[in-house]
């Protein structure tokens, strides 16, 4: 079986257009949930985590330059902008040639070009930019990559879901590298959907805390490359090592009971990597400050006897991102690891969950060797995935 090495890691999120610049604001504790009084979005003003629009088209207009394409900014869509700028950050600077046949692009998503069933979008781009394959088709065609994409939606797992298929894709030698991007965007439809359910924050959200009020949303994009050689050749690095899937089966939109199906994911991925439980060093939790997820996560770690493994969300900082919150708090975790940092959970004061947990009250310095990335999602689905420096 071979190795799989994370190559390179890209976020762009409210906080920043890179992994450094966001890993940087994350350890100042900046937050970039803000209120947004925008009626393209909502009829009424409501907490978001944003892309900064000016920066994204000027960075944008840039990428086109470099990369000589003769189409016009206007052609792409906001999220296609934001995907292929993730992608051509986490590209530069490596060796990875999307023309070569053992290079696989994945795309993560939930909803893709959802915008696109408002009426101010319909008469500007072709009914089919709609289906998620046109995205992915997009990506394929500026970068100039020569294996027809995958595409993992399967709700809010879908980012660390498209890492684990990725990286047994690698592991069975069918491909040599991997290119895995996600992204969501925020759009009236989707703050329409999570309000229905009462879900939203009237303030940032709290994971595990007390007085948690409901989620915040936000929009990005991650990329993560996977290779089965380490970053320019070397031996060394970051590997992904495990990982794994469960479904719970409990209900459309509500999490299980028990806990005990993320912990079967949870168990599965340690064991798969070679690890142990107590070999764990940090968590990365879904954490998205509903009353049912952030119990049933509590359930899970408890159950996996991982009560003391210092634990966070990121989700108090850029919002719950939906298909591409997996693989932008995947990446985060990879620069914890990579500068030894535990970042504080924003948002936590107050234990608010039935199981003992330790969640992380302030940003430390410490020894990060192997750590867990867990995530949930509507349909019952859970995921987690092992990384461990080598």
Known sequence: MKTVYTVSENIISSLGFTARENAVSLSGGATGIKLHNDPKLYAQPVPLSLVDTARLEQNFEAILGK??????????????????????????GTPVRPENEKVLLLLSTTKGNIDLLEDRFTAKFDHKRIYLWAVANILKDFFGFINMPLIISNACISGVMALIVASRLIRSGKYQTAVVAGGDIATEFVIS??????????????????????????????TIVLSSTGPEGANSGILLMGGSV??????????SRTGEELSMAIDAAIGESGSLNRDIDYISAHGTATPYNDEMESKAISLSKLNDVPVN?????WGHTLGASGLMESAAL?????????IKSAGFETPGVSERINVITETI???????????????????????QKT
Do not use: W
């Open 246 to 255: 469960s479904n719970d089966a409990n209900h459309i939109s509500g999490p």
């Open 365 to 387: 310095q410490k020894p990060l060797d192997t750590c867990l990335k867990i995530a949930s999602g509507f349909g019952g689905c859970n995921a987690a995935l092992v990384f």
């Open 193 to 222: 959907g999570f309000q229905s359910f009462q879900a939203l924050s009237p303030e940032p959200c709290k994971p595990f805390d007390l007085h948690r009020t409901g989620l915040s949303l936000g929009e990005g994009c991650g």
């Open 334 to 342: 990879i620069t914890c690891m990579k500068s030894n940092r535990l």
């Open 313 to 317: 969300s990121y989700k108090g900082y």
């Open 67 to 92: 990369y000589k394409k003769d189409n016009k900014p206007g052609f792409y869509t906001r999220l296609e902008k934001m995907l292929i700028l993730s992608v051509a950050d986490a590209l530069a």
